[in-house]
């Protein structure tokens, strides 16, 4: 009897490590398409369109950071969701900071035993292997990194997360990550940007989602992920998060 291997974080042989270990030094980020075979990219997709029960991430002003379980935000009722909605916006208008987006935390959710063995777990612990960490420090050109950290996103028509420069270096938090495995052929016009900008508020460069593609940037630096209007498709996954020296 045979059994059927799921492959999840094969990397691509011919990613150039060099020429983006150059690119993250000189500007303090880089993305690398095509870093995974593209059977193990359509393989992680999979686990978050089809086994992942999402819930909400968001923050109004000093209100948050707030996680609500699929569960809990099925049980809040349409006029507090509304409300909820509005504070976001309200925070947004003011120039506070403010989040929402689509959000399963894959680390959260292995540390508190939500589903233990679930795929989410098994993606944690691919991240986590060392041909994945091997991959980023030499990219980076920081042997430091131990470990990282991991959630699931989804942003969807109204999601929007407000510029913010990830400080939080006490923490060990040293680069952030997103491995974006968005539907093919993402439009420009479908919002979810990647943006970096100086500090007049300009922005300097913006990656489009991109299906296969890891995004690592050096932080603190100002970034944002722009609004998804509400004629853009589901389909801007990604997974998120932060790698660490401790």
């Keep these: 009897m045979s059994l059927c291997v799921i492959r999840l974080f094969d990397l691509n042989p011919r990613v150039d ?19 995974l075979t593209a059977e193990s990219a359509a393989n992680i997709r999979t686990i978050l369109a089809r086994e992942t029960e ?5 923050q109004a002003g000093r209100d948050g950071p707030n996680l609500l379980r699929g569960a809990e935000l099925r049980a809040i009722p349409p006029a507090r969701q ?18 929402r987006f689509t959000q399963y935390p894959i680390l959260n959710a292995f540390l508190e035993q939500w589903a233990p063995g679930s795929p989410q777990d098994l993606l944690l612990e691919h991240i ?17 990194l131990v470990k990282a950290d991991a959630q699931a996103t989804l942003f ?60 690592l940037l050096r932080v603190p630096q100002p970034h944002q992920v722009t609004y998804v209007p509400p004629f853009a498709p589901l389909g801007r996954y990604a997974i998120t998060g932060w790698f660490r020296d401790r």
């Design 128 to 144: 986590n292997d060392q041909p994945f960490l091997d991959l980023v420090r030499t990219v980076t050109g920081i042997p430091e």
């Design 54 to 58: 999402w819930g909400i991430a968001w």
């Design 156 to 215: 969807g028509p109204g999601d929007f997360l407000s510029v913010h420069t990830d400080s939080h270096v006490a923490e060990g938090w040293r680069v952030a990550y997103v491995l974006n495995l968005a539907i093919d052929d993402w439009k420009p016009d479908w919002g979810g940007y990647l943006n970096f900008l100086d500090d007049d508020g300009d922005v300097i460069e913006g990656w489009r989602p991109r299906f296969n593609a890891l995004n």
């Design 82 to 99: 509304r409300d909820m909605i509005g504070s976001i916006h309200a925070a947004a208008r003011q120039g506070e900071y403010a989040v």
């Design 17 to 35: 490590t060099q020429a983006h270990a150059a690119r993250f030094a000189r500007d303090g980020r880089v993305q690398i398409r095509d870093v």
